[in-house]
């Protein structure tokens, strides 16, 4: 079975989870996916810079696994928060 729903993203849920994890050293980009009935995955990349063609590379730091209800985000599974 396929499920044919396309993958939103929710800068919201973004925000929350920074706010509740803080933002790494190197901080790019947050993507939210709602996987599933409101379950965001949560993936924070960071860049690095290095030396080949680009000048640069994206990998996920972080990633964590998040429910949205009534407006409040809560973190389900991940690494700790950064102190």
């Not at 929710?10 to 994890?21: A, F, G, R």
């Not at 790494?24 to 690095?48: F, S």
């Not at 000048?55 to 429910?67: A, E, M, P, R, T």
Request: contains cysteine.
């Amino acid at each position: 079975m396929q499920n044919d729903k396309p993958i939103e993203e929710n800068p919201y849920v973004c925000k929350e989870v920074l706010e509740q994890v803080g933002k790494p050293d190197n901080y790019h980009m947050c993507k939210a996916l709602n996987v599933y009935d409101d379950r965001y995955r949560v993936n924070i990349y960071v860049r690095e810079d290095v030396e080949d063609l680009t000048g640069h590379k994206l990998y996920i730091k972080d990633s964590y696994f998040c429910k949205l209800q009534d407006n409040r985000v809560t973190i389900l599974t991940g690494p700790p928060a950064l102190s």
